[in-house]
């Protein structure tokens, strides 16, 4: 669940010009970020992986055991000869907070550390949240799936998904056009009312991070992610398995690319881009519909036949399908990755944009790169959220305080 650099397979462990006690806190920080993206691993498998020996990686996990972070049981007996490795996971108990606000809907969920959704909830909205509606919104839902928790869970903290620019240094919202924030401080709005860590990034940044570690992009170390919701589009480029932030940390806005010569603007102003050929809200107009979630957009999609919505949904797979193009021009990825609304666009007639795509991109960068949709689903933003505010225990695994759920 962090948002840490992926481990090289073998002596990621290495520290030069580091003590014994900064060598410690790097390889507890490395292994426990192998079982948060692994969910579960032997023994043996962590030693093969990071290149130390048996009795340093028993010591490590015992350190983490007592820590409350990972559990061990006793691996399923397979043929062959040897004693089987003891098997470690991720602890469930430690859990994080993730909260999405978006301009049809608030959504709140509580993700473990290996990844899974344990509850979510998701309140509609009929306008556009303010940040003190949307920051009152978050602390009653989280309240609220608080106290089905288990009193033995403990919280790493909450993840905020913006649909926007986010200044990760102070936790502010520079600007989310679509909600209309400009200069919102968010994180701290949010931590006074729940008393809890704050961390907040840009929606597609963490959806791109879920994604290579949890999703379609696992295994990948070049890829550019497409996320489209009801709060516009966005992107995330991972470069050698590292996310592309840029100098200020704004990179990634890859749905205000300029591709046409179209007037109509998207949220930020900018005319002919990705986000204002390719509008969610105008096939919801279509198909009837006042406020859904993708699967029920994916489901009425699906079952319309009328030429009216076939030719929406077709012009903007091929505004869609130019972008793409662009993007394996300038990134030459291994796979682009379609999240949200754009995974549906894709479901609908993958054809269309695979054929159209190839138009606008070089035949050798087209090489051995493929288009997936994104593997996550509705789970993804929550899943990108809750690893950052999982990320500072991953990074410090001794010295990250954990709140009881019952402390309030």
């Known amino acids: 669940m962090s948002t840490t650099p992926p481990i090289p397979a073998r002596h990621a462990m ?53 820590l409350g972070l990972v559990t061990e049981s006793e691996a399923v007996t397979t043929q062959g000869v040897g004693r089987p490795s003891l098997m470690v996971s991720p602890a469930e108990e430690v859990v994080a907070f993730a909260v999405n606000p978006d301009i049809d809907a608030i959504t709140v969920g509580v993700v473990s550390f290996s990844g899974r959704v344990i509850a979510k909830v998701r309140q509609t909205t009929t306008v556009q949240p303010a940040a003190t509606t949307a920051a009152e919104t978050a602390n009653k839902l989280i309240e609220q799936l608080r106290k089905d928790l288990p009193a033995n869970y403990r919280i790493a903290g909450i993840g905020v998904a913006i649909p926007g620019q986010v200044r990760h240094a102070d936790g502010v919202v520079r600007l989310a056009p679509h909600l209309n924030w400009v200069e919102v401080p968010f994180a701290r709005m949010l931590q006074q009312l729940t008393g809890l860590p704050v961390y907040i990034d840009n929606d597609a940044s963490l959806g791109s991070l879920a994604e290579r570690d949890f999703g379609a992009g696992k295994g990948f170390r070049e890829i550019v992610y497409l996320f489209g919701s009801a709060g516009g589009i966005g992107g995330g480029v991972i470069h050698d398995g590292i996310p592309l932030r840029g100098a200020a940390g704004y990179a990634g806005e890859l749905g205000h690319v300029r591709i046409s010569d179209s007037p109509n603007e998207d949220g930020s102003g900018l005319t002919g881009t990705l986000e204002s050929l390719v509008r969610r809200d105008v096939l919801l107009n279509a198909l009837g519909l006042i406020n859904a979630d993708d699967e029920q957009l994916a489901a009425a999609l699906a079952a319309d036949k009328s030429a009216k919505v076939r030719k929406i949904a077709e012009a903007q797979i091929d505004a869609l399908a130019i972008a793409v193009g662009n993007y394996v021009n300038i990134f030459n990825p291994e796979v682009i990755l379609l999240a949200g609304y754009l995974s549906t666009l894709f479901a609908y007639d993958s054809d269309r944009l695979l054929s159209r795509f190839r138009w606008s991109s070089l035949t050798a960068s087209q090489d051995r790169m493929v288009v997936r949709q994104a593997a996550l689903g509705a789970n993804l933003l929550m899943v990108g959220a809750a690893g950052l505010a999982l990320a500072p225990l991953v990074n410090a695994p001794a010295s990250t305080q954990l709140t009881p759920v019952r402390s309030k």
């Open 14 to 66: 290495t520290t030069k010009g580091s003590n014994r006690e900064d060598i410690r806190r790097h390889n507890l920080s490395a292994v426990l970020t192998l079982l948060s993206r692994t969910g579960q691993m032997p023994r043996s498998a962590l030693t093969e992986l990071t290149g130390l020996n048996r009795s340093t990686i028993s010591d490590l996990v015992t350190e983490l055991e007592d």
